[in-house]
């Protein structure tokens, strides 16, 4: 299991990238376990990654504001590239 977090600053440029597998044993990986207190445990419950990165692309941007619900904003991402819903038809039809 790794994990990892980008910094951006303004107009979301990258500041820095940090990255750590979660049991490697060095000293960057206990750098990373004191400063994200991130366990085994916590790691067993996480959400699946592209969830996450769905979820951090929505707070980071602002572009959910004109949507009424998170799924709404998601489904209309889905769409620019195709993504089917689970009803196989073109989440763009729904928008």
């Known amino acids: 299991m790794s994990v990892g977090f980008v910094v951006c600053g303004k107009n979301f440029e990258e500041v820095t990238r940090f990255h750590s597998y979660i049991y490697a044993e060095d000293k960057l990986h206990d750098r990373f376990q004191e400063m994200t207190r991130i366990e085994r445990k916590d790691l067993l419950s996480a959400p699946d990654k592209y ?45």
Do not use: H, P, W
Request: glycine share 4%; proline share 0%.
């Open 51 to 95: 969830v996450i990165q769905r979820d951090l692309l929505v707070m980071c941007t602002g572009e959910a504001m004109a949507f009424s619900t998170l799924e709404e904003y998601i489904q209309k991402e889905n769409a620019k590239i195709g993504i089917r819903n689970t009803n196989s038809e073109i989440t763009q039809n729904n928008i």
